[in-house]
């Protein structure tokens, strides 16, 4: 995949490669991936400038400038998210300005005649296309809306130093960040007819405080220091996952058919489109092994669902890992039960739970489930011993797995053991399956499934055999082109 082209606009993350421009620049965002934008104005005004009503009132020369740039980033926003582009806008508080209008008026005659400027009032929100309502309000106390919120990586990495600065007044957005009191909107998604991208509305994160930046004994300069250069390179990479999330499921519209008729072609387009025929024949054969490499590599990376996924993935994951352990894996369901997963091999037969917590340790909920699945199971005429529990648990699935904490809670671990069902850690279990993925190693595979057998409470898988020393030679059988 090519390198995204990344442009912050009135905003300066530091360690990223992204183009930085203020508001006053007049670059067009169609030849940028990733769009980031702080409205920020006061670069058109600074710390010189009259008051009026208690609001900075600009000159002349300055209205002009904020209304044509304001304009020209309203197009251009538009534009962008017309051609497909997500637009990422970081809610910095409402700056409300005076600028003139470009009308005057006289009164008096003579020494007495006055010019009187006529000024109207206008805020940093006017960039935004067809514009939103807020209202000023600051806070950090905020939560995710929605089970699957499209934000939840990007709150795991940033959330916690996020801010709200402004309250979303729209009822027409669809909010996916809210305070946890009052449930006011605070960060959203806004979609435009006809429109591909989106604008994907944040609260405010603020890289100008003391603890990002040093001044250097030599120059007397302010730089970023290392805890900004790494969190802002966790932040863009936060934002290029939203973005490709977004665009996976708002898509384009297809071009239409009957739009590849010759009668639409352009006399370039035609010219480029003999050329591209001559390449696409010589390519056809490696595009084939491209797609069944990048299909083998997808069915492969399937078992990492097990460290960051919940629901049906983290599912299908599970069933994979079993049988790589030895396992008969099905999911059963009829009219009045449904269980997760149904696991059996010469040693035994157990119903297992699946369940994935974004950022929480697995609870006891999920084992008052499993409980009712093995009595019901038993309850089936064919079914003549009953089936052990097991509750399978991917905790704090949205950090890396070194920096989480106990998978499951002690009221979890006891119940377990009182119960006589065992708990695994998905992340256990994803490691044996990577083992197993790659070794044909029965032994280990029968040790698994003794130990699943015979351990009640939290289990402790046996430990990864030493990898055998491997070499390999690489040969290219790509024919020439």
């Given at each position: 995949?090519?390198?995204?082209?990344?442009?912050?606009?009135?905003?300066?993350?530091?360690?990223?490669?992204?183009?930085h421009?203020?508001?006053?620049?007049?670059?067009s965002?169609?030849?940028?991936?990733?769009?980031?934008?702080?409205?920020?104005?006061?670069?058109?005004?600074?710390?010189?400038?009259?008051?009026?009503?208690?609001?900075?009132?600009?000159?002349?020369?300055?209205?002009?400038?904020?209304?044509?740039?304001?304009?020209?980033?309203?197009?251009?926003?538009?534009?962008?998210?017309?051609?497909?582009?997500?637009?990422?806008?970081?809610?910095?508080?409402?700056?409300?300005?005076?600028?003139?209008?470009?009308e005057?008026?006289?009164?008096?005659?003579?020494?007495?005649?006055?010019?009187?400027?006529?000024?109207?009032?206008?805020?940093?929100?006017?960039?935004?296309?067809?514009?939103?309502?807020?209202?000023?309000?600051?806070?950090?106390?905020?939560?995710?809306?929605?089970?699957?919120?499209?934000?939840?990586?990007?709150?795991?990495?940033?959330?916690?130093?996020?801010?709200?600065?402004?309250?979303?007044?729209?009822?027409?957005?669809?909010?996916?960040?809210?305070?946890?009191?009052?449930?006011?909107?605070?960060?959203?998604?806004?979609?435009?007819?006809?429109a591909?991208?989106?604008?994907?509305?944040?609260?405010?994160?603020?890289?100008?405080?003391?603890?990002?930046?040093?001044?250097?004994?030599?120059?007397?300069?302010?730089?970023?220091?290392?805890?900004?250069?790494?969190?802002?390179?966790k932040?863009?990479?936060?934002?290029?996952?939203?973005?490709?999330?977004?665009?996976?499921?708002?898509?384009?519209?297809?071009?239409?058919?009957?739009?590849?008729?010759?009668?639409?072609?352009?006399?370039?387009?035609?010219?480029?489109?003999?050329?591209?025929?001559?390449?696409?024949?010589?390519?056809?054969?490696?595009?084939?092994?491209?797609?069944?490499?990048?299909?083998?590599i997808?069915?492969e990376?399937?078992?990492?669902?097990?460290?960051?996924?919940?629901?049906?993935?983290?599912?299908?994951?599970?069933?994979?890992?079993?049988?790589?352990?030895?396992?008969?894996?099905?999911?059963?369901?009829?009219?009045?039960?449904?269980?997760?997963?149904?696991?059996?091999?010469?040693?035994?037969?157990?119903?297992g739970?699946?369940?994935?917590?974004?950022?929480?340790?697995?609870?006891?909920?999920?084992l008052?489930?499993?409980?009712?699945?093995?009595?019901?199971?038993?309850?089936?005429?064919?079914?003549?011993?009953?089936?052990?529990?097991?509750?399978?648990?991917?905790?704090?699935?949205?950090?890396?797995?070194?920096?989480?904490?106990?998978?499951?809670?002690?009221?979890?671990?006891?119940?377990?053991?009182?119960?006589?069902?065992?708990?695994?850690?998905?992340?256990?279990?994803?490691?044996?399956?990577?083992?197993?993925?790659?070794?044909?190693?029965?032994?280990?595979?029968?040790?698994?499934?003794?130990?699943?057998?015979?351990?009640?409470?939290?289990?402790?898988?046996?430990?990864?055999?030493?990898?055998?020393?491997?070499?390999e030679?690489?040969?290219?059988?790509?024919?020439?082109?």
């Amino acid at each position: 995949m090519s390198k995204k082209r990344i442009i912050t606009l009135g905003i300066e993350i530091p360690g990223s490669d992204a183009k930085h421009v203020g508001l006053d620049s007049e670059i067009s965002l169609l030849d940028y991936d990733v769009i980031i934008i702080d409205p920020v104005i006061y670069e058109f005004y600074g710390y010189r400038y009259e008051d009026y009503q208690g609001k900075p009132c600009l000159d002349d020369t300055n209205s002009f400038r904020l209304k044509e740039h304001l304009e020209h980033w309203r197009r251009e926003i538009f534009e962008a998210i017309r051609a497909g582009k997500n637009v990422f806008f970081f809610l910095n508080e409402k700056q409300e300005v005076f600028i003139a209008t470009g009308e005057k008026s006289f009164s008096g005659t003579g020494r007495n005649r006055q010019t009187i400027r006529h000024v109207t009032l206008i805020s940093n929100y006017a960039i935004v296309p067809d514009g939103i309502s807020v209202t000023n309000s600051k806070g950090s106390t905020m939560a995710l809306v929605g089970k699957d919120c499209v934000l939840a990586p990007y709150w795991s990495s940033v959330g916690e130093i996020s801010e709200f600065r402004v309250l979303l007044d729209e009822e027409d957005l669809k909010p996916i960040v809210q305070t946890k009191t009052g449930g006011k909107t605070v960060g959203a998604v806004l979609r435009y007819e006809n429109a591909g991208g989106s604008l994907i509305l944040l609260p405010y994160i603020d890289f100008q405080i003391e603890k990002y930046t040093y001044e250097n004994e030599e120059d007397g300069e302010m730089y970023w220091n290392d805890e900004a250069i790494a969190f802002g390179k966790k932040l863009i990479g936060s934002i290029c996952a939203v973005d490709e999330a977004i665009k996976s499921s708002t898509g384009l519209s297809p071009i239409p058919d009957w739009l590849r008729q010759d009668m639409y072609l352009l006399p370039n387009e035609r010219k480029i489109r003999n050329r591209l025929a001559g390449i696409m024949s010589k390519m056809e054969d490696l595009q084939k092994q491209k797609e069944k490499c990048e299909q083998e590599i997808a069915e492969e990376s399937i078992l990492k669902r097990l460290i960051y996924e919940n629901g049906k993935p983290l599912e299908s994951a599970v069933h994979i890992a079993l049988e790589l352990i030895g396992f008969n894996v099905s999911r059963f369901e009829n009219a009045e039960s449904e269980f997760d997963v149904v696991f059996e091999s010469k040693e035994g037969r157990l119903i297992g739970e699946v369940e994935g917590k974004d950022n929480k340790p697995i609870n006891i909920s999920k084992l008052r489930q499993l409980e009712m699945n093995i009595h019901e199971d038993f309850a089936r005429d064919d079914v003549e011993k009953m089936a052990k529990g097991v509750l399978i648990g991917n905790a704090y699935r949205l950090q890396e797995p070194g920096e989480r904490g106990d998978f499951f809670t002690d009221k979890c671990l006891t119940a377990s053991a009182r119960n006589s069902i065992a708990l695994i850690s998905s992340l256990d279990l994803f490691y044996v399956a990577k083992y197993l993925s790659g070794n044909s190693d029965k032994q280990f595979a029968k040790k698994c499934r003794q130990t699943i057998f015979s351990t009640i409470g939290l289990i402790i898988l046996p430990d990864i055999p030493e990898a055998k020393e491997e070499s390999e030679s690489i040969t290219e059988d790509l024919e020439d082109t």
